[in-house]
């Protein structure tokens, strides 16, 4: 089993949707967990931690759901510009990360 | 401030040859880390250092790979000989303890052996 596990998509969403990625992590010991933004030929950028109690930035969403070892980002009113791939960041002691494939997200008109 | 800075951004090479790839960590950073990217395999860490020093080089790939760390602004990822199986993205990161965590990535080396 990988240790961090993401669906690739591609999700299609017109503009306007909510939609929303799931990624699973298989070490019952991480310690913190982020979702990164990659856009096409462009290196990764933090989007947003995610917080236990989960956490909300404008139309984005984050959620940890530690029993079950998933974290969740949600993306309400999609706009053209949130075209991109998402990673899944899970980090262990030392908080060096391990990264998963990434979800693509293609929002149309 | 500048962020993280690699160099070449592009290199085409030709199998055998030796291929070096430079990236200058942003100031005050104490952690450096090397990724490569593949369609296949995703976002792989390589190598990272920490205060210059290799902490985990056990994401090398094989002993065609290396890594160094001469001082806190500059670090090197060498392959020797280069084969077309490296092709890939290679990123380096850095990042500062105790700060949220957050990696600061470069914007990549495309690399591609003919």
């Given at each position: 089993r990988?240790?961090?596990?993401?669906?690739?998509?591609?999700?299609?969403?017109?503009?306007?949707?909510t939609?929303?990625?799931?990624?699973?992590?298989s070490?019952?010991?991480?310690?913190?967990?982020?979702?990164?933004?990659?856009?096409c030929r462009?290196?990764p950028?933090?989007?947003?931690?995610?917080y236990?109690?989960?956490?909300?930035?404008?139309?984005?969403?984050a959620?940890?759901?530690?029993?079950?070892?998933?974290?969740?980002l949600?993306i309400?009113d999609?706009?053209?510009?949130?075209?991109?791939?998402?990673?899944?960041?899970?980090?262990?002691g030392?908080?060096i990360?391990?990264?998963?494939?990434?979800t693509?997200?293609i929002?149309?008109? | 401030?500048?962020?993280?800075?690699?160099?070449?951004?592009?290199?085409?090479?030709?199998?055998?040859?030796e291929?070096?790839?430079?990236?200058?960590?942003?100031?005050?950073?104490?952690?450096?880390?090397?990724?490569?990217?593949?369609?296949?395999?995703?976002?792989?860490?390589?190598?990272?250092?920490?205060?210059?020093?290799?902490?985990?080089?056990s994401?090398?790939?094989?002993?065609?790979f290396?890594?160094?760390m001469?001082?806190?602004?500059?670090?090197t990822?060498?392959?020797q000989?280069?084969?077309?199986?490296?092709?890939?993205?290679y990123?380096?990161?850095?990042?500062?303890?105790?700060?949220?965590?957050?990696?600061?990535?470069?914007?990549?080396?495309?690399?591609?052996?003919l």
């Open positions: 990988k240790e961090v596990e993401q669906d690739p998509g591609p999700f299609n969403v017109p503009e306007g949707a939609v929303a990625f799931n990624c699973t992590y070490n019952s010991a991480s310690q913190s967990f982020f979702w990164y933004r990659q856009d462009k290196e950028k933090l989007l947003m931690s995610v236990s109690s989960g956490n909300e930035d404008g139309r984005f969403t959620q940890l759901n530690r029993a079950s070892q998933y974290i969740s949600l309400r999609s706009k053209l510009s949130d075209s991109a791939t998402y990673l899944c960041v899970v980090t262990g030392s908080y990360p391990t990264f998963g494939r990434g693509s997200l929002v149309h008109p | 401030d500048a962020g993280v800075i690699q160099s070449p951004r592009h290199e085409v090479t030709e199998m055998g040859q291929v070096t790839l430079r990236c200058k960590p942003i100031s005050g950073h104490d952690y450096l880390f090397w990724y490569r990217q593949t369609m296949m395999r995703g976002l792989e860490l390589l190598i990272y250092f920490n205060n210059n020093v290799p902490i985990d080089d994401g090398m790939p094989e002993d065609r290396s890594a160094k001469p001082n806190a602004s500059f670090s990822l060498k392959i000989p280069s084969e077309p199986r490296d092709s890939a993205v990123f380096c990161a850095s990042r500062l303890t105790g700060v949220a965590e957050t990696q600061y990535f470069g914007p990549g080396t495309r690399l591609l052996v």
